[in-house]
């Protein structure tokens, strides 16, 4: 079977939504793929004491803000998923689910997208399929002959998994600081970071995390010195569950380690730990493997882009992925502005507007 739309956006979490959304508004047919069987997107895969870094207000997708969580001032990812899936319903997109796609091929005039579902013909398309189907674990050496278990960010769901066993939670970022910090009352837990934790002024959140990412992509694109970005502030966000364990004194890192033993970790100054959990907080690839076919890959893996656009097939655009494709679009907050410019651009590009 074989439909043919204007658009088709892969990736049906909060960057779908909100491609569809002012694709929707601009007046193009779209499609929006999304390989999960629910509403929501990652969020529904997330660690049980997962919290926003804003306040709902301020952690909104276009056009609906998020309805306060009864008694907390940051909320959950259940919260979260609850407003997706009313955001979907309410702007009535067009999501097709559970639909997996296989590749993105040029075909003519139109690209061609195969998925398990059938074939979509599109005269441009949006890749929003994030970075938490493609976690990343480094290479170290022993890792293969650990005898305990090891899960990444994408596995891990609450300390009653782990309960009175030897962890050992390796990232020095807001994963690891909150997985660590999780786990820091009801477990024998090791945090390791490969430099000293930096954390952010308390009183900065998401607000102002967007904020100062805004800022810097204004001062690079008037040619002014680069700010630094979020990175300048810091690692982590001192979120309350993250600041409590901190000041309790639970939350000492150590140095990072250099391989592996069959029991644990080792340091080349003859340090040791004992470990009957590796839990790998490090990050994430961008989950491009569907875009192979099209022969655009650069330098780290990642597609050269201009704003949103791909440099080597302006009918693509990317969106959700990080600082590269929009100032902080892999968060709630910041995705609707470079949503609304991919849609703006891509109107321009089938002569909609």
């Given at each position: 079977?074989?439909?043919?739309v204007?658009?088709?956006?892969?990736?049906g979490?909060?960057?779908?939504?909100?491609?569809?959304y002012?694709?929707?508004?601009?007046?193009?047919?779209?499609?929006?793929?999304?390989?999960?069987?629910?509403?929501?997107?990652?969020?529904?895969?997330?660690?049980?004491?997962?919290?926003?870094?804003?306040?709902?207000?301020?952690?909104?997708?276009?056009?609906?803000?998020?309805?306060?969580?009864?008694?907390?001032?940051?909320?959950?990812?259940?919260?979260?998923?609850?407003?997706?899936?009313?955001?979907?319903?309410?702007?009535?997109?067009?999501?097709?689910?559970?639909?997996?796609?296989?590749?993105?091929?040029r075909?003519?005039?139109?690209?061609?997208?195969?998925?398990?579902?059938?074939?979509?013909?599109?005269?441009?398309?949006?890749?929003?399929?994030?970075?938490?189907?493609?976690?990343?674990?480094?290479?170290?050496?022993?890792?293969?002959?650990?005898?305990?278990?090891?899960?990444?960010?994408?596995?891990?769901?609450?300390?009653?998994?782990?309960?009175?066993?030897?962890v050992?939670?390796?990232?020095?970022?807001?994963?690891?600081a909150?997985?660590?910090?999780?786990?820091?009352?009801?477990?024998?837990?090791?945090?390791?970071?490969?430099?000293?934790?930096?954390?952010?002024?308390?009183?900065?959140?998401?607000?102002?995390?967007?904020?100062?990412?805004?800022?810097?992509?204004?001062?690079?694109?008037?040619?002014?010195?680069d700010?630094?970005?979020?990175?300048?502030?810091?690692?982590?966000?001192?979120?309350?569950?993250?600041r409590?364990?901190?000041?309790?004194?639970?939350?000492?890192?150590?140095?990072?380690?250099?391989?592996?033993?069959?029991?644990?970790?080792?340091?080349?100054?003859?340090?040791?730990?004992?470990?009957?959990?590796?839990?790998?907080?490090?990050?994430?690839?961008?989950?491009?493997?569907?875009?192979?076919?099209?022969?655009?890959?650069?330098?780290?893996?990642?597609?050269?882009?201009?704003?949103?656009r791909?440099?080597?097939?302006?009918?693509l655009?990317?969106?959700?992925?990080?600082?590269?494709?929009?100032?902080?679009?892999?968060?709630?907050?910041?995705?609707?502005?470079?949503?609304?410019?991919?849609?703006?651009?891509?109107?321009g590009?089938?002569?909609?507007?």
């Open positions: 079977m074989t439909r043919v204007d658009v088709v956006v892969i990736g979490g909060q960057s779908g939504l909100a491609a569809g002012h694709l929707r508004r601009l007046g193009l047919e779209c499609a929006v793929l999304d390989a999960r069987p629910a509403p929501g997107g990652a969020w529904r895969q997330t660690w049980d004491s997962l919290r926003l870094f804003s306040p709902a207000a301020f952690s909104s997708l276009p056009g609906r803000l998020m309805p306060p969580q009864p008694g907390e001032t940051y909320p959950d990812a259940a919260h979260v998923v609850t407003y997706l899936t009313d955001y979907e319903q309410r702007y009535e997109l067009p999501v097709h689910r559970p639909v997996r796609v296989a590749g993105v091929h075909a003519d005039e139109l690209l061609r997208v195969d998925t398990d579902s059938g074939v979509w013909l599109a005269r441009a398309v949006i890749s929003a399929t994030g970075t938490w189907s493609s976690p990343f674990v480094p290479a170290v050496p022993g890792r293969a002959a650990f005898r305990g278990t090891q899960l990444h960010t994408v596995g891990y769901t609450s300390p009653r998994d782990v309960s009175g066993r030897k050992i939670v390796v990232g020095g970022g807001n994963s690891g909150q997985i660590a910090a999780d786990l820091a009352y009801d477990t024998d837990l090791t945090w390791v970071t490969p430099r000293e934790p930096r954390y952010l002024a308390d009183d900065i959140d998401g607000r102002a995390l967007f904020d100062h990412a805004t800022a810097r992509r204004r001062a690079l694109d008037e040619g002014r010195t700010t630094g970005g979020v990175a300048s502030l810091g690692d982590i966000v001192a979120v309350p569950s993250v409590d364990a901190r000041d309790a004194g639970l939350l000492r890192a150590q140095p990072m380690f250099d391989r592996i033993t069959p029991g644990g970790i080792a340091r080349a100054d003859g340090t040791t730990a004992e470990a009957d959990v590796i839990i790998w907080c490090t990050g994430f690839r961008p989950a491009l493997s569907h875009l192979a076919p099209l022969g655009l890959r650069g330098p780290r893996g990642r597609i050269p882009t201009s704003g949103t791909a440099l080597g097939e302006p009918r655009h990317l969106l959700g992925y990080g600082d590269w494709t929009g100032p902080a679009s892999a968060t709630l907050i910041g995705v609707g502005r470079p949503a609304r410019e991919a849609a703006r651009e891509i109107a590009l089938l002569g909609v507007v």
